[in-house]
DNA sequence: TAGATTGTTAATCGATTAACAATC
DNA sequence: TAGATTGTTAATCGATTAACAATC
């Protein structure tokens, strides 16, 4: 197929294949690997691996599968990932700093390049080698470091305030950790990350397998009632 | 409307109009809000936050809005935020140490109320003044503490096997943060947050506005150098 | 050639959205 | 009554999936 933009849905799993790759060409040395076990260690179904991987290009070989290290080459590609995208954090108190001291980051080729607050108190404080550096500095480190990713970790009142001033440093991707929606330029992409809503949400489906257990119960019962 | 499953994607929204709604009601004491006001909070548009709120029931008034506490109310119940949710941390790492010190749980009505570990170094050591136990005794601290939600923050390797004791233990709702993929039975909620994920998905937008930029700037120069 | 597996089609399903009658 | 806003319909769009011809 190649060409015409790739589903947002699509997007969304090659990070997944991705990993499921980088496994299968540590692992036992497979050259060649089939939409099949691709999908059983991405968790979704063969068909949809074929789907997607076909927005990228015909990369496969039938009667074959898909060749490892190729098709890792491919999607590492398309995701930009052959470029590094150095990436500032913006509030370092708690879960900032967790952010800043996390090894997956750098594990996967994204490098934290500058810490952010405006507490006076935390200002200058190192973390990893890097310097907390203050707010209105922003924009200069964008241009200086080549900034073009910005992870806000502040509380939810300051993040719409930070995401202008990203935007307007020029950034324009953005990862929002504060439990708020921020509001930005159509041109700027934002992922949220939200513990709370991801709670919320499991605890409906927790709420909704415990109904079911409890009807399922309530069933047994009449059962062995009407036996007796 | 009421009964017949709530779609997926509306229940993912719901915790941002939750959200949204106590910003009304704690803000300036509106008693009432439109679909309008509150689309633009969540950044969606009316239409989608009419729909939503109608597989609730009718809670809204034509002509004047939805009342912001009763609406608040229904949500909350919906969403089985009613009950609490006892929640156990597994991987007291450095991320396991930033969930378990994260203030936002507790702020929303989540009470983390076990953390587990396997590595002798950490067992004992107390967070937020809850000791950090060893992974053995998960399945009787479940019983005992009556918890309900699993929140694996090991490494990848050790994710699989954490959510089966989790499983076995009787946790019917996973939150993971390993940068992994688990295999659970149908009847177990899985949700999962992976930051390196994010940052690729990011990525991939990131590298686009930046050819759509270059473009741009191409078409820029051609036009300039037409016209000389 | 026989067996395996892709790439693509087409059917189906679910989510979004505009529009508007109902009704405060 | 006039203005506002919901709840619902129906059209549209995008994503999923099964099926299978193409082809290694």
Request: hydrophobic share 45%; glycine share 8%; proline share 4%.
């Amino acid at each position: 197929m190649r060409n015409r933009p790739i589903p947002e849905a699509t997007v969304a799993r090659l990070p997944i294949y991705l990993r499921a790759l980088l496994e299968v060409a540590e692992g036992r040395g497979e050259l060649t690997v089939s939409s099949e076990e691709l999908a059983a260690m991405a968790g979704v179904n063969a068909a949809k691996v074929r789907k997607d991987l076909s927005y990228l290009g015909s990369y496969g070989t039938r009667g074959v599968g898909y060749d490892v290290e190729y098709l890792l080459y491919q999607i590492t590609r398309e995701l930009g990932l052959t470029q590094d995208w150095p990436a500032a954090i913006i509030g370092i108190g708690n879960l900032g700093r967790a952010l800043a001291s996390y090894k997956g980051f750098s594990e996967r080729g994204f490098r934290i390049s500058a810490l952010f607050d405006v507490d006076e108190e935390v200002l200058g404080e190192q973390i990893g080698g890097l310097p907390i550096r203050h707010l209105d500095e922003l924009k200069e480190a964008v241009v200086e470091e080549g900034i073009s990713i910005g992870i806000i970790a502040t509380p939810p009142m300051a993040a719409q305030e930070v995401a202008e001033k990203l935007v307007d440093a020029g950034v324009k991707s953005i990862l929002n950790f504060a439990p708020s929606v921020v509001n930005v330029p159509p041109d700027v992409s934002v992922r949220k990350v939200d513990l709370s809503i991801e709670l919320q949400i499991l605890s409906f489906y927790q709420q909704r397998t415990q109904a079911i257990a409890t009807a399922r119960e309530a069933n047994r019962r009449l059962a062995v009632q009407r036996k007796v």
